[in-house]
């Protein structure tokens, strides 16, 4: 979509699965602050103040659930699970996934400047977009819509299993701002022989980034690697 088109918005809706009762709310949701200065001379508003309740509601939503349906999970790990879940890499990758940047609207500079497929900017607006169904459709609606794209992966986390490569994607992470030590180490292990759980640390440089349980070592490496890659690339918000 050029970025200063109106989107098609019963394609989104389509998409979300939701059909906007007031469908301004969906076009602000969408509207990068670029777009608004650009075009809209402070008439047209930008998704900020969406993106804010967005967050909000979303964390929400999420908490919830997991509290739910993870009966066994002690606070710091459902913390952690959480701040997985919501951090702007995976919001990211899921609006990625299902097309969301295709509909942002953008300022000139910003769409040609490849803002369309930063991570920061689809994470806020799919923010915003959970924050326009929140008020237009009440928290039944925005909690339908949110677990909706975010189930695979929290039945991922609740079965114990790992949604990506965990490992593999930190490891790239790193490696991209050159070369670096990983080290994954036993914290403490815990429990019956038929029920070990193992507390497992990743540190880079000797520095630990990040810390998991699982019942395998090999579950609590990934875990740790997950909590690292939240608190990396996207949880500093949070």
Do not use: W
């Amino acid at each position: 979509m050029n970025s200063l088109q109106k989107p098609d918005i019963e394609e989104l809706e389509e998409i979300l699965g939701y059909t906007f009762k007031d469908e301004s709310l969906l076009l602000t949701a969408v509207t990068h602050s670029s777009y608004a200065n650009e075009a809209g001379r402070g008439s047209i508003r930008s998704n900020e103040r969406l993106e804010f309740l967005g967050d909000a509601v979303l964390d929400m939503v999420v908490s919830r659930d997991i509290f739910t349906r993870m009966s066994d999970k002690a606070e710091g790990e459902l913390t952690k699970i959480r701040a997985s879940l919501v951090c702007e890499r995976s919001l990211a990758q899921i609006g990625k996934r299902i097309g969301i940047n295709r509909f942002m609207r953008l300022g000139r500079g910003e769409d040609g400047g490849g803002g369309r497929e930063r991570d920061s900017i689809v994470a806020d607006c799919a923010e915003a977009i959970i924050g326009a169904v929140y008020i237009d459709g009440g928290f039944a609606a925005a909690s339908e819509c949110v677990l909706r794209q975010m189930m695979p992966a929290i039945e991922a986390f609740a079965s114990g299993k790992v949604v990506n490569d965990s490992k593999s994607e930190l490891q790239e992470l790193l490696q991209r701002s050159g070369t670096r030590d990983i080290e994954y180490s036993l914290v403490k292990e815990e429990g019956p022989d038929h029920a070990k759980v193992f507390t497992m640390s990743v540190s880079v440089d000797g520095k630990v980034i990040g810390t998991g349980t699982g019942r395998s070592k090999k579950l609590g490496e990934a875990a740790a690697a997950s909590d690292a890659l939240a608190r990396l690339s996207g949880n500093s918000k949070r």
